[in-house]
């Protein structure tokens, strides 16, 4: 069974940084490619970032030179570095695993960027 435990968010001041992170078990990490999602309160959900089990990624424009999003095979994680962070940032982060079978989200978790 596939699971995600995300961990990382939090308050932090505009220009602050967090690191988010997805850990992944019950499947073979290394072939999965994985998205980050967020949704602001009254905004549609965002594609902010993927990474291919290549570890080529991709960036919204919102978050690009800002955001970065890595991943240890090793360990079965992505990693998600977020600097500079601005106020309009303030959202639910979610980590996405894509498999042939379907996407497995995780619970998400809060960052909140407010001085």
């Known amino acids: 069974q596939v699971h995600l435990v995300e961990s990382g968010g939090g308050l932090v001041q505009p220009g602050g940084s967090l690191r988010l992170s997805c850990r992944v078990s019950g499947t073979n990490f290394r072939l999965n490619a994985a998205n980050w999602y967020r949704q602001a309160p009254g905004k549609q959900r965002e594609l902010v970032a993927t990474i291919g089990s290549d570890s080529v990624t991709n960036y919204a424009d919102s978050v690009k030179g800002r955001f970065t999003i890595s991943r240890d095979n090793v360990w079965n994680t992505v990693f998600r570095q977020m600097n500079s962070l601005k106020p309009e940032d303030t959202a639910v982060y979610y980590c996405?695993?894509?498999?042939?079978?379907?996407?497995?989200w995780g619970r998400g978790t809060q960052v909140t960027v407010s001085s």
């Open positions: 996405i695993l894509v498999t042939w079978r379907r996407d497995f």
